[in-house]
């Protein structure tokens, strides 16, 4: 079992950064190919970027490439998703998932644990 705990959200204005952090529970975390989704009101649940259990690999969906950086910290059970000249486009609430079958994989059914997540506003 993994439990996921985001933080980092905020109000901010385009072209400002932000740093998500989620923190997990486990001794596992280190196996896991962990993620982060974004959801905006009325859309469906979007891949922003994962990271491979070493933090070797790392793959971003295109509106986010150049701007965002997914890292981990295996000694510290945390994932972390830096987000820099912030758009209007990306207000959301962001998730951050565990896929411990290590798929890598962008598509959320394959994640098995998710967080509460926390709500990004990014105003004009």
């Known amino acids: 079992q993994v439990q996921l705990v985001e933080s980092g959200g905020g109000l901010v204005q385009a072209g400002d950064s932000l740093r998500l952090s989620c923190a997990a529970s486990?001794?596992?975390?280190?196996?896991?190919?962990m993620a982060w989704f974004r959801q905006a009101p009325g859309k469906e649940r979007e891949f922003v970027a994962q990271i491979s259990s070493s933090g070797v690999t790392r793959s971003y969906t295109d509106s986010v490439k150049g701007r965002f950086t997914i890292s981990r910290d295996n000694a510290k059970n945390t994932v972390y998703l830096q987000m820099n000249n912030l758009k209007p486009e990306d207000t959301a609430v962001y998730y951050c998932a565990a896929d411990p079958k290590r798929l890598y994989t962008s598509d959320p059914q394959y994640y098995d644990y998710w967080g509460q997540g926390t709500q990004v506003t990014v105003s004009s």
């Open positions: 486990g001794r596992t975390f280190s196996t896991n190919v």
